[in-house]
C-alpha cells in the first residue's frame, strides 16, 4: 500500500520532489550517495551494451568537479515526445516509477538502481547530453534542478552513433564531496569483469590517469584477480548452464587459505545478501564433495559426513544469473537478496554435475581439494571441543590463567553494555585503566607482537600470546566456530598511538578480525578509538583536535597567540585526558569497522598486509575518514 502511494506521487510529482528528499531515492547524500548518480548513469549505457550496441563506455573526471559518461551506443532516441516535447526532454525531466524508459530483456529492479537519469539531472548543478545519431549532432542542457536551459538542436553532424553525459552534481545536496578515481574504477572494473568484451575506460583528468579494463573471459579473470595474491590449489574452474530463460555462468578457485569468498550476481548487479542461487551452489559443493568422500573411502563412516563450510574453506567464487524479469524475486530491507525459486534448483543441478565431472577428471585437484576439506573438518571439530569444555568449566582455570595479569576487566556483568579496549603498549595501557570507566570498560594492554593472521591456522594463532589472550578475553570462539552472541563485550575497541606503528598494529588486528572473527565487524560490533591529533590553546580556552583539516581551520580562525601540543602517542596524556578525548562515550570518537564489498576487502586486507608500508599508509590516508560516526569502511 504504502509502497503503491509512494510510486503514484513520484509518478506525479516533479523533480523538486527528488531535492526534497534526495535520500529516497539516491539512498543518502554523501559521498556514497554522489557515486550513485554516476551508477545510475552507466547503467543505462551498460544496459544499451549488454542488447549489442556500443561496447565502449568511457567515464571521465574533470578538473571542474563534473563527470562525463560517454558510450557508443544507438544514441537517445531524439524525436518527439506525444506530449510534444523532445524525448531528451522527458527523459532527463520526468521521473519515471520504475526507473528505465525501456523494456527489454534482463532488467533489475533491485537496491536503488534504476530510479533514472532524471533524478541525477535533479540532483544536478547542470546536465549536458549530446546525442550522436542519424548522423547529427544533437544537443540539449539543463540547469540547476534539471530545469531545461537550452532544447534540444542539432548543432553538427557526426559518423558515429552514442550518447554522452556530462552533470556536475550540486553542492547544495552533495556539500564538498569529491568523485574518488578508485572507487569509479572499481566499480567499472566490477562491470568488465561480468560483460565479457566490455572496454571499460576511467580518466581522470586532473591526476592525467587512465585505467581501461576489458576481458574476454571475465568470470574466470575475476577469479584471478580476487585471488592474485594467494596460491591457488588448481586452475580456475569455470561452468556455464541454462534453463527456462535462467542463464548460469559460474567461476571458482579453491586457495590454500582459511576464507571463504563468493559472490553473485543477477543481471550484472550485485546481490549482496545472497539468496537462492547461493544457497543451490553450496548445497551441491556439499553434496558433491560427500560423494566424492564417500566413494573414495576418504572418511570412516563413524568420523561423520562434512560440513557445508568445510567444502567453502580457500574458496573464492562468483555467481552470475541472467534471470528474465517475468521470474525475478528479490528479497530483504535492501533487496539485495534473490528470492526467485528456480535459480536455486538451477544452479544446483549444474554445479552438482559439471562439479562431480571435473573431480573425476582431475583426480589430483579432487585430492588436494579433498585433503583441505577433511583439515578443515579435523580443525572444526577441535576448536568445538575446546570451547565446550571450556564452557563446561573444565578449562576455566586455564582460561583465568591466561587472562590474568593481562585482562583488567570490567565491573558490570552486563555483557552488551561492557566494552573492551585493546590498548597499544603497557604504559598506555596503565593510563587507560586509571581513565576508564570501571564498571563498562575493560583493558587489554598488548605487550609483545601480533602475527600477520592472513594465512594462519588455529594452530598457529593459539600459539602467539597476544592473539590467544584476546580470543580469551572475548570469550566467543574463533574461525567457524566465532560466535557474536557469546561475546563478552558489546563494543571492542581499537585504541592505537596516531603513528606508523599504531596503523601497524591497527592492520594487524583488523586482519586478525577479519578473518577469524568476521561476525563482530558484520555484527558492526568493531570500533577504533580515534585519540586527538593535537592540544590547542587560545588563551585561557583549549581545544582537542583531530585532524589535519581541523587544525588548519583553527589556525585561520585564531592567527597567531596560540600554542599547539601535538600529540604522538596516547602515553603523553594523562589519565583524565586520555578518558576526556578518547575513551568518554560522551564526547569520542569511534570508527565503526565495516566491510561493504566483500571482494573488495578481500583485496583491502592484501594492501593492508601486504610488505609495502607506502601502500598501505596511502590507503590509509584516503580511505579512513575521522569524522564521528563515519564508518572505517575495509571495502570501500
Ligand atoms: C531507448 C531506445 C533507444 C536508445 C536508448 C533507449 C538509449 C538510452 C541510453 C541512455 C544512455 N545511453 C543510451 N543509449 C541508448 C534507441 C532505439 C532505436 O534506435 O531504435
Redo the contacts with the bound molecule.
Keep these: 500500500m504504502a509502497e503503491y502511494n509512494e510510486k503514484s506521487i513520484k509518478i506525479l510529482e516533479g523533480l523538486d520532489a527528488v531535492r526534497k528528499r534526495p535520500g529516497m531515492y539516491i539512498g543518502s547524500t554523501d559521498k556514497k550517495g554522489m557515486h550513485h548518480l554516476v551508477w545510475e548513469?552507466i547503467d543505462?549505457?551498460i544496459?544499451?551494451a549488454i542488447n549489442g550496441?556500443?561496447n565502449k563506455i568511457t567515464v571521465t573526471l574533470t578538473k571542474s568537479g563534473s563527470v562525463i559518461?560517454s558510450?557508443e551506443?544507438?544514441?537517445?532516441?531524439t524525436g518527439k515526445h506525444i506530449s510534444g516535447k523532445s524525448t531528451p526532454e522527458v527523459?532527463y525531466t520526468v521521473l519515471h516509477a520504475g526507473g528505465k524508459?525501456?523494456s527489454d530483456g534482463y532488467k533489475v529492479s533491485g537496491g536503488l538502481h534504476g530510479v533514472g537519469?532524471s533524478v541525477v539531472n535533479a540532483l544536478s548543478k547542470w546536465m549536458k547530453v549530446t546525442i550522436n545519431?542519424d548522423g547529427k549532432v544533437h544537443e540539449i542542457s539543463f540547469k540547476k534542478g534539471g530545469k531545461l536551459d537550452k532544447d534540444l538542436k542539432v548543432i553538427g553532424t557526426t559518423k558515429s552513433t552514442?550518447?554522452t553525459?556530462e552533470f556536475l552534481p550540486d553542492d547544495e545536496i552533495f556539500g564538498t564531496s569529491k568523485f574518488s578515481f578508485t572507487t569509479i574504477c572499481e566499480r567499472m572494473q566490477e562491470s568488465a569483469f561480468l560483460i565479457n568484451g566490455l572496454t571499460m575506460e576511467v580518466i581522470d583528468e586532473e591526476d592525467n590517469k587512465i585505467n581501461t579494463y576489458r576481458y574476454e573471459n571475465g568470470l574466470l579473470s575475476f577469479v584471478e584477480y580476487i585471488n592474485e595474491d594467494k596460491n591457488a590449489v588448481h586452475k580456475v574452474i569455470s561452468f556455464d548452464g541454462e534453463k527456462n530463460g535462467i542463464v548460469v555462468n559460474i567461476a571458482m578457485q579453491y586457495t590454500d587459505t582459511y576464507n571463504e569468498n563468493i559472490l553473485s550476481f543477477v543481471n550484472n548487479v550485485k546481490t549482496i545478501d545472497g539468496g537462492t542461487h547461493e544457497v543451490g551452489f553450496k548445497t551441491a559443493l556439499t553434496k558433491v564433495f560427500n560423494e566424492y568422500i564417500k566413494s573414495n573411502n576418504l572418511l570412516k563412516e563413524k568420523d561423520g559426513v562434512l560440513d557445508g563450510s568445510d567444502t567453502r574453506e580457500g574458496l573464492s567464487a562468483i555467481l552470475s544469473l541472467k534471470i528474465p524479469e517475468s521470474l525475478l524475486q528479490f528479497e530483504g530491507q535492501t533487496k539485495g537478496k534473490l528470492g526467485t525459486p528456480q535459480a536455486r534448483s538451477i544452479v544446483e543441478s549444474i554445479v552438482y554435475e559439471k562439479l562431480s565431472f571435473y573431480l573425476e577428471e582431475n583426480k589430483e585437484t579432487a585430492s588436494s581439494i579433498m585433503d583441505k576439506a577433511l583439515k578443515s573438518k579435523i580443525a572444526r571439530e577441535a576448536a568445538r571441543k575446546a570451547r565446550a569444555e571450556a564452557r563446561a568449566g573444565k578449562g576455566k582455570g586455564k582460561q583465568e590463567k591466561i587472562l590474568l595479569g593481562k585482562l583488567t576487566p570490567a565491573q558490570s556483568k552486563e555483557r552488551l553494555k561492557n566494552e573492551l579496549f585493546i590498548v597499544e603498549g603497557n604504559s598506555a595501557g596503565g593510563t587507560a585503566k586509571s581513565g576508564r570507566d570501571k564498571k563498562y570498560q575493560a583493558i587489554l594492554p598488548l605487550r609483545g607482537k601480533i602475527i600477520n593472521c592472513e594465512k594462519s591456522t588455529v594452530a598457529d594463532l593459539f600459539k602467539n600470546e597476544e592473539i590467544n589472550t584476546i580470543v580469551h578475553a572475548i570469550g566467543a570462539g574463533v574461525g567457524n566456530e566465532f560466535d557474536s552472541s557469546e561475546s563478552n563485550y558489546g563494543k571492542i575497541i581499537i585504541m592505537t598511538d596516531a603513528d606508523d606503528d599504531g596503523a601497524h598494529i591497527q592492520t594487524l588486528l583488523l586482519t586478525f578480525f577479519y578473518r577469524w572473527m568476521r561476525e563482530l565487524i558484520e555484527k558492526g560490533m568493531l570500533y577504533i578509538a580515534v585519540p586527538p591529533l593535537y592540544l590547542v590553546k587560545y588563551q585561557k580556552d583549549k581545544k582537542y583536535i583531530n585532524t589535519n583539516e581541523e587544525l588548519n581551520e583553527f589556525k585561520s580562525t585564531y592567527k597567531g597567540n596560540y600554542t599547539i601540543q601535538r600529540y604522538k602517542g596516547l602515553g603523553e596524556m594523562n589519565a583524565d585526558q586520555l578518558w576526556e578525548t578518547t575513551m568518554d562515550p560522551n564526547n569520542r570518537t569511534l570508527i565503526k569497522v565495516s566491510v561493504e564489498d566483500k571482494a573488495l576487502a578481500e583485496k583491502r586486507v592484501g594492501i593492508l598486509m601486504g610488505d609495502n608500508s607506502e601502500v598501505r599508509k596511502e590507503w590509509i590516508e584516503e580511505n579512513v575518514e575521522f569524522t564521528l560516526e563515519d564508518n572505517f569502511k575495509v571495502g570501500k
Design positions: 548513469i543505462n549505457s544496459d544499451e550496441y556500443g559518461i558510450d551506443g544507438r544514441g537517445v532516441p527523459i524508459f525501456e537519469a545519431r552514442g550518447t553525459i
